[in-house]
T-cell receptor, first 115, second 111 residues
């Protein structure tokens, strides 16, 4: 079974530029999560999708971050414009359902450095 | 609001030692608790998931325990090896299934 795929693995941009990350979850997983992990901290949820609907985006900085999962499969996270404090690892995860009793599976992450 | 704390933030031990990593959570009404391992520059690998009805789970040299009433979990690593060096994270699901993580414990096992 293929795992969660993410691209790119690394990205370096200057502040005020735009950047987009892509995630393809495990086949058949209805729930998709985007987490932000700042160096030295645990991951924090940015947005959670159930199929193509948003379940939780309360921690997403909506003035600069956007995400979509149009066909209920893969997802794109965009930052426009980027700030220095957006430097972090962006992790995508998926689960079979809402996974209150089950596990989430994580991709390798995208490391973003904003200069 | 659920908060998860891990102590210590960093730990260095000689090879062969047994060690315990600690995780505490403020709301005891959890469905499960998961321990992850994160190697530098890598994603998260799930180590153990303990359901709320369980007291412990074992996988090889790893043993995780859960005490819901006190809001604590421990990850016990027996006979530590340099390959165990990594950051260990614990997490509990929030009400929508999103995971709420501790800040992690960075372990270094010296040969």
């Amino acid at each position: 079974e293929a795992g969660v795929a993410q691209s790119p693995r690394y990205k370096i941009i200057e502040k005020r530029q735009s950047v987009a990350f892509w995630c393809n979850p495990i086949s058949g997983h209805a729930t998709l999560y985007w987490y932000q992990q700042i160096l030295g901290q645990g991951p924090k949820l940015l947005i959670q999708f159930q199929n193509n609907g948003v379940v939780d985006d309360s921690q997403l900085p909506k003035d600069r971050f956007s995400a979509e999962r149009l066909k209920g499969v893969d997802s794109t996270l965009k930052i426009q414009p980027a700030k220095l404090e957006d430097s972090a690892v962006y992790l995508c995860a998926s689960s079979l359902e809402l996974a209150l009793e089950g596990a989430q599976y994580f991709g390798p992450g995208t490391r973003l450095l904003v200069l | 609001k659920q908060e998860v704390t891990q102590i210590p933030a960093a730990l260095s031990v000689p090879e062969g030692e047994n060690l315990v990593l600690n995780c505490s959570f403020t709301d005891s009404a959890i469905y499960n608790l998961q321990w992850f391992r994160q190697d530098p520059g890598k994603g998260l690998t799930s180590l153990l998931l303990i359901q709320s009805s369980q007291r412990e789970q074992t996988s090889g040299r790893l043993n995780a325990s859960l005490d819901k009433s006190s809001g604590r979990s421990t990850l016990y690593i027996a006979a530590s090896q340099p390959g165990d060096s990594a950051t260990y994270l614990c997490a509990v699901p929030g009400n929508t299934g999103k995971l709420i993580f501790g800040q992690g414990t960075t372990l270094q096992v010296k040969p």
